[in-house]
């Protein structure tokens, strides 16, 4: 279902309880961009907290534009899964209510805009009826600020005084205007028949000078005036008669009137607010990117320190799930091919795998076989079904398989842990616990020329044997060797030589990091380990560590191309 400004209001008055029931909440983001350079693109021996700081530098100027979330919720009785479907535009809009006089500013990627645009986006839909959203903190902000004026405003009535900006003495030619309109008022109170009167067209300057006059001569106590549009889109000012407790009862309309308009500024943010608060299993696919905008864009500036993002998206999803990691981790890396979204699922049509049902909710479009990838919410529907695919899966090796296995033990060791693309060593950010810390004392930074090819690097540590090369710009990049005393050579001789040569440096992992501690691998077991019980029967049990792959040189400026 496409949610815009125009149906939002509907839909978020029944999204709660279909969040409340749902089992799985999935979850997809498309943006305006991924990374602002080259500098922060992927690199293999990124550290999580490298990565982190690169796209939080790198990325957060985008915005995201669309968001996928799917619900699938398990029926007992029909024993197959109800899933509700929702893309929802979202757009940041200026409103001058507010006082955001600057526009919102983002950043645009020309290739991710023709991508979107190559898969049918909608850009006019989304300037026009894209949602706003708003964060918590900009929320109190702005919430405070009508307190105090409102506060403000009733203490001058009560005071009978006013707070009218003077703006000197009256210039000859605006005399006659204000004159007259000083005039009309005196009419009104005057009246016993007239309730209100509309004083003559003005702009900004002569309304000024039109209140100070009047305030001067009259007070505040015995009238509501207020900036009207006439026509011609000119402006005036209407002044209403009013006791001093019906201007209090207006101040009150008004400020409520007020409040409620800043509660709808929050627009989408309430949808993850609510996501947030029922604490669902959100699934995603390579969702870091997904995850980091959601937080940034709808609940809180991201922070600059990478555990203390770790404990905020914990507290913000409790229970998150990467379908990407779990493609990419053993049973199902042995058997599976592809781990990019599309090719995946196409895979999971074929044996080992049976996909369970999954049925449409009544009043949402059917998805089924529409192939319309890259828009969000279909893009959550796909990941959504492949986690389904997966966990039943993994609990066909039990010896009595649930029918509904979305909360099996076999799925704890992917929980909370996000898919880090291209990292050879350090498949995944743990948000539980510490993150894996690798070996690294076989890998060394290296500065060189800019003319520099993998050719020259690779014949600089020719002496100590052959070499995985993994770019970081035009003069960096890191260099592995294959073992441990070719590592020592390269500190003892290279290292110690490069400091004089006034071409190239070379430094260990270590000193170019020196925050990082390498951790011996365990054994580098399936997540998925069987033991014997009693009885000579067979069961699974989870294990917390999910298998480590194995160094592949990776090429200069490769963006990920298997989302």
Same mark, same amino acid.
């Given at each position: 279902?496409?949610?815009?400004?125009?149906?939002? +209001?509907?839909?978020?008055?029944?999204?709660?309880?279909?969040?409340?029931?749902?089992?799985?909440?999935?979850?997809? @983001?498309?943006?305006?961009?991924?990374? @602002?350079?080259?500098?922060?693109?992927?690199?293999?021996?990124?550290?999580?907290?490298? =990565?982190?700081?690169?796209? #939080?530098?790198?990325?957060?100027?985008?915005?995201?534009?669309?968001?996928? #979330?799917?619900?699938?919720?398990?029926?007992?009785?029909?024993?197959?899964?109800?899933?509700?479907?929702?893309?929802?535009?979202?757009?940041?809009?200026?409103?001058?209510?507010?006082?955001?006089?600057?526009?919102?500013?983002?950043?645009?990627?020309?290739?991710?805009?023709?991508?979107?645009?190559?898969?049918?986006?909608?850009?006019?839909?989304?300037?026009?009826?894209?949602?706003?959203?708003?964060?918590?903190?900009?929320?109190?902000?702005?919430?405070?600020?009508?307190?105090?004026?409102?506060?403000?405003?009733?203490?001058?009535?009560?005071?009978?005084?006013?707070?009218?900006?003077?703006?000197?003495?009256?210039?000859?030619?605006? +005399?006659?205007?204000?004159?007259?309109?000083?005039?009309?008022?005196?009419?009104?109170?005057?009246?016993?028949?007239?309730?209100?009167?509309?004083?003559?067209?003005?702009?900004?300057?002569?309304?000024?000078?039109?209140? %100070?006059?009047?305030?001067?001569?009259?007070?505040? *106590?015995?009238?509501?005036?207020?900036?009207?549009?006439?026509?011609?889109?000119?402006?005036?000012?209407?002044?209403?008669?009013?006791?001093? %407790?019906?201007?209090?009862?207006?101040?009150?309309?008004? +400020?409520?009137?007020?409040?409620?308009?800043?509660?709808?500024?929050?627009?989408?943010?309430?949808?993850?607010?609510?996501?947030?608060?029922?604490?669902?299993?959100?699934?995603?696919?390579?969702?870091?990117?997904?995850?980091?905008?959601?937080?940034?864009?709808?609940?809180?500036?991201?922070?600059?320190?990478?555990?203390?993002?770790?404990?905020?998206?914990?507290?913000?999803?409790?229970?998150?799930?990467?379908?990407?990691?779990?493609?990419?981790?053993? $049973?199902?890396?042995?058997?599976?091919?592809?781990?990019?979204?599309?090719?995946?699922?196409?895979?999971?049509?074929?044996?080992?795998?049976?996909?369970?049902?999954?049925?449409?909710?009544?009043?949402?479009?059917?998805?089924?076989?529409?192939?319309?990838?890259?828009?969000? @919410?279909?893009?959550?529907?796909?990941? @959504?079904?492949?986690?389904?695919?997966?966990?039943?899966?993994?609990?066909?090796?039990?010896?009595?398989? *649930?029918?509904?296995?979305?909360?099996?033990? #076999?799925?704890?060791?992917?929980?909370?842990?996000?898919?880090?693309?291209?990292?050879?060593?350090?498949?995944?950010?743990?948000?539980?616990?510490?993150?894996?810390?690798?070996?690294?004392?076989?890998?060394?930074?290296?500065?060189?020329?800019?003319?520099?090819?993998?050719?020259?690097?690779?014949? #600089?540590?020719?002496?100590?044997?052959?070499?995985?090369?993994?770019?970081?710009?035009?003069?960096?990049?890191?260099?592995?060797?294959?073992?441990?005393?070719?590592?020592?050579?390269?500190?003892?001789?290279?290292?110690?030589?490069?400091?004089?040569?006034?071409?190239?440096?070379?430094? $260990?992992?270590?000193?170019?990091? $020196?925050?990082? =501690?390498?951790?011996?691998?365990?054994?580098?077991?399936?997540?998925?380990?069987?033991?014997?019980?009693?009885?000579?029967?067979?069961?699974?049990?989870?294990?917390?560590?999910?298998?480590? *792959?194995?160094?592949?040189?990776?090429?200069?400026?490769?963006?990920?191309?298997?989302?």
């Amino acid at each position: 279902m496409e949610v815009l400004r125009s149906n939002f +209001k509907d839909v978020l008055e029944n999204i709660g309880a279909i969040i409340e029931e749902a089992d799985i909440v999935a979850i997809d @983001g498309e943006f305006t961009g991924l990374r @602002g350079s080259i500098a922060g693109k992927d690199n293999a021996m990124d550290s999580p907290s490298d =990565r982190y700081h690169k796209y #939080l530098t790198q990325s957060m100027d985008f915005i995201l534009i669309q968001f996928g #979330l799917v619900a699938f919720t398990y029926d007992q009785k029909s024993k197959e899964y109800i899933c509700h479907p929702y893309s929802f535009y979202t757009f940041p809009h200026k409103d001058d209510k507010f006082n955001q006089k600057n526009n919102y500013t983002f950043l645009s990627q020309s290739s991710c805009i023709n991508f979107l645009i190559s898969n049918d986006f909608d850009f006019n839909k989304l300037f026009k009826e894209g949602i706003p959203y708003m964060k918590n903190d900009r929320f109190q902000v702005l919430s405070a600020k009508v307190d105090e004026k409102y506060k403000e405003k009733e203490l001058l009535l009560e005071n009978d005084s006013s707070k009218v900006h003077s703006v000197g003495a009256v210039p000859e030619d605006q +005399k006659q205007l204000v004159d007259e309109s000083v005039k009309l008022i005196e009419g009104l109170l005057d009246s016993s028949s007239l309730s209100t009167v509309n004083l003559p067209v003005c702009n900004s300057y002569q309304r000024l000078l039109i209140y %100070e006059a009047i305030d001067k001569q009259f007070g505040c *106590n015995k009238l509501h005036m207020e900036t009207v549009t006439a026509d011609g889109n000119m402006k005036r000012i209407k002044a209403t008669k009013l006791s001093k %407790e019906h201007k209090l009862n207006k101040l009150k309309e008004n +400020k409520e009137l007020e409040m409620y308009e800043v509660e709808e500024a929050i627009g989408f943010s309430k949808v993850i607010q609510l996501l947030s608060k029922k604490a669902k299993l959100i699934v995603g696919h390579n969702m870091f990117l997904d995850l980091l905008h959601t937080v940034d864009k709808f609940i809180v500036k991201l922070p600059n320190d990478y555990e203390e993002f770790k404990l905020l998206l914990h507290e913000v999803f409790p229970r998150v799930v990467d379908t990407k990691l779990i493609a990419l981790t053993a $049973p199902f890396k042995d058997i599976i091919s592809h781990s990019g979204l599309e090719k995946l699922t196409k895979e999971l049509d074929k044996k080992p795998f049976k996909k369970p049902t999954i049925k449409i909710a009544e009043n949402f479009p059917d998805l089924e076989g529409k192939d319309k990838f890259h828009d969000a @919410g279909y893009d959550a529907y796909i990941t @959504g079904t492949i986690f389904l695919t997966f966990a039943h899966y993994l609990d066909s090796f039990h010896q009595s398989p *649930n029918i509904h296995p979305t909360n099996s033990p #076999l799925i704890t060791p992917f929980v909370n842990k996000i898919f880090m693309m291209k990292s050879p060593d350090i498949p995944y950010m743990n948000l539980n616990d510490s993150d894996p810390t690798p070996d690294r004392t076989r890998v060394f930074h290296a500065t060189f020329p800019s003319q520099w090819s993998t050719n020259d690097l690779r014949e #600089l540590f020719s002496p100590y044997g052959n070499i995985f090369v993994h770019w970081v710009d035009d003069c960096t990049a890191y260099a592995v060797v294959q073992s441990s005393s070719a590592a020592q050579l390269v500190s003892d001789q290279l290292c110690a030589a490069s400091g004089s040569s006034g071409v190239y440096s070379v430094v $260990p992992y270590s000193v170019k990091h $020196p925050g990082y =501690r390498s951790k011996p691998q365990s054994g580098g077991e399936d997540p998925i380990k069987r033991r014997k019980l009693s009885g000579g029967r067979v069961e699974t049990e989870p294990k917390s560590e999910v298998k480590v *792959n194995s160094y592949k040189e990776t090429k200069q400026f490769d963006e990920p191309a298997d989302w």
